[in-house]
């Protein structure tokens, strides 16, 4: 269970660091995450959960970014990345 676990954190930190450098679209998000994750449905899987909980937010129909409460989450996964994030502003397009 705990390499189970541990493997979930990593695939939802890959996810928040990824939003972390912007708002993504499900298929761009979906091809940059196989890489570490098996399968599609874990990373929807990842993501419904992201949403739930409410670390990230998905303003329109396939468009996700990330929270505030989503980039504390990734400073907790990833300690090393915090200065970086600590800068970071959440921009939102224009519509």
Do not use: C
Not at 13 to 20: A, D, K, P, T
Not at 54 to 82: A, C, M, Q, V, W
Not at 84 to 94: E, F, G, K
Request: charged fraction near 25%; avoid cysteine; proline fraction near 6%.
């Amino acid at each position: 269970m705990t390499e189970r676990l541990n493997n979930q954190l990593k695939v939802a930190g890959i996810v928040l660091e990824l939003f972390s450098r912007g708002d993504m679209r499900w298929t761009p998000l979906t091809k940059a995450v196989l890489v570490e994750s098996p399968t599609p449905w874990k990373v929807q899987s990842i993501l419904r959960w992201l949403l739930d909980h409410g670390y990230l937010e998905r303003p329109e129909r396939g468009l996700y970014h990330i929270t505030e409460k989503g980039l504390e989450f990734l400073r907790t996964l990833n300690p090393d990345s915090s200065r970086a994030l600590h800068s970071h502003a959440i921009v939102r397009p224009q519509k």
